[in-house]
């Protein structure tokens, strides 16, 4: 308890609400009670000494950071490997580590805190509908999970996106909104063709579409696949943004067709316009459905509602995924669908337990309408102009590290000429945080209303960070 006083206390800084922590251990309590008093921790003079030039070093090896992942990490299954800060407060475009550490996030979540950490309508939602209704299952109706779909067909249809589209089905994550997809795309395979002949996915090369086994199926990335191989049947990989491939790639066999129109994981990749809009005609010519994953770089990410808003109605998709953003952090998914898809599921063809729940839904309703203001999307392209100008101006200085800048709106990447991650850990160190994607790219994908002051501050954190790992 020593520590959790001591640590409220340091949260209560920065904030007039304290944080609440799990209960922790004496073990904890005494690093935490030492670090706290102290903040010298036992370091070598070298590792005093370069500490002594960074805001948020790394946290040491006998600080509170290190202590209370030393006594969590062996309960959990190791699938990510983590840097030491443990953070415990957001707001904006910031977040606050146990010691204290305030950093500038240009991470959001991978992409998911578009409205900024702990938006304060946003919580109070929370706890409004969290008094009212959470779950009731979808055995029955609730207003919010109606609500929600309803919006999100109207606002695509005025966002000049996706001009056909109809019905949603509300799941909880990105994977799941896809697993849907692909179970549609299916159906509608096997409906108009009952020999069972037309059952094929096509994905691309360098694509994230998720972990479960059919999103991974459609993610055809080694790393990913190879541990759980084999994968589900039935998939087939091809080149992202190759037009003469596309004849022999989707054919009558084909169902369906996924592609993100922005690759995120892959490396912030942007698919041309030519590459969908022939991709769209192929998809019509064989009778599969075209299926954007819009996951990572829709819902206001790039300055429209969706990514593929520019493009012409032949390159519209017949489902649309999205998730992340969709609840700023509370977990939500959605499965888009035209008339053609939505008339072939029928009760019963799927289904979840948590997703579509009033609590979710609530939120995502007041978040997409958020999402979807003009004056919102406006600010995503200026903000994204300020990052590519500061991104030139980072290539002139360092033409040997990066090679080029792409993306659009808020959904950016560096590509450098090597490892990111010495960049990365410096930033971080510096008070700034970002991810990394594809080979060697740096991401950019921080919260919609970050602000231009923050964003010259993050570059300049960045430039500071590079100029440090300069010969590492
Ligand atoms: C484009 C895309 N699709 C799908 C997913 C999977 O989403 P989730 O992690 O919510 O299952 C991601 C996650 O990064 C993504 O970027």
């Known amino acids: ?74 309960y959990m299954v190791a699938t990510y490997s983590r840097p030491p800060p443990v953070f415990v407060k957001g707001e904006g475009s910031y977040l606050w580590d146990i010691e204290n550490r305030k950093y500038l996030d240009f991470t959001a979540g991978i992409a998911v805190n578009s409205l900024g950490h702990c938006d304060p309508e946003f919580s109070k939602l929370i706890a409004q509908q969290a008094k009212t209704l959470v779950h009731a299952s979808n055995l029955y109706y609730n207003p919010w999970t109606g609500a929600l779909s309803k919006l999100l067909v109207e606002k695509t249809l005025a966002s000049g996106a996706m001009h056909d589209a109809s019905a949603v089905f509300i799941c909880n994550s990105g994977s799941e909104a896809n697993e849907a997809g692909i179970k549609f795309a299916r159906k509608v395979g096997k409906v108009l063709d009952p020999s069972g002949n037309k059952t094929e996915i096509v994905s691309f090369r360098n ?45 009558e066999r084909t169902c369906g067709v996924m592609v993100e129109p922005i690759q995120g994981e892959g490396g912030v990749q942007v698919a041309s316009e030519e590459f969908l809009v022939a991709l769209g005609k192929r998809c019509r010519e064989v009778g599969a459905v075209l299926h954007y994953d819009e996951i990572q770089c829709g819902l206001g990410r790039t300055g429209k509602l969706w990514a593929h808003a520019d493009l012409p109605v032949e390159a519209h998709p017949d489902i649309l995924t999205t998730a992340k953003a969709l609840g700023n952090g509370f977990p939500i998914g959605a499965t888009i669908v035209n008339a053609k898809v939505a008339e072939k599921i029928k009760i019963g063809d799927h289904g979840t337990t948590f997703g579509g729940n009033p609590l979710a839904c609530r939120l995502a309703h007041y978040i997409v309408g958020r999402l979807a203001e003009k004056e919102l ?96």
């Open 207 to 251: 694509a994230f579409h998720g972990r479960t086994m059919g999103s991974l199926s459609a993610t055809p990335n080694p790393k990913y696949q190879a541990p759980f191989a084999p994968m589900v049947p039935g998939f087939r990989v091809g080149e992202y943004n190759n037009i003469e491939a596309i004849n022999e790639l989707v054919t």
């Open 1 to 74: 308890m020593a520590f959790r006083t001591a640590a409220v206390r340091l949260a209560a800084r920065t904030t007039p609400r304290a944080p609440l922590l799990p209960a922790i251990s004496k073990r904890f309590a005494s690093a935490a009670a030492t670090q706290t008093q102290s903040h010298i921790p036992t370091q070598t003079k070298d590792q005093i000494k370069r500490d002594a030039g960074l805001p948020n070093p790394d946290p040491a090896a006998d600080s509170a950071s290190v202590a209370l992942v030393g006594e969590h990490a062996p």
């Open 377 to 472: 999307q406006e600010g995503v392209v200026a903000k994204g102009e300020v990052f590519k100008k500061g991104f030139e101006a980072l290539r002139s200085k360092y033409p040997e590290l990066i090679s080029e800048v792409r993306g659009k709106g808020l959904i950016l990447g560096l590509q450098l000429t090597r490892d990111p991650t010495e960049i990365v850990k410096a930033a971080r160190e510096r008070g700034l945080l970002v991810i990394t994607a594809g080979t060697n790219t740096l991401r950019f994908v921080p919260s919609l209303l970050v602000t231009e002051g923050e964003i010259e501050q993050g570059l300049e954190i960045l430039d500071r960070a590079i100029e440090a790992t300069v010969g590492v």
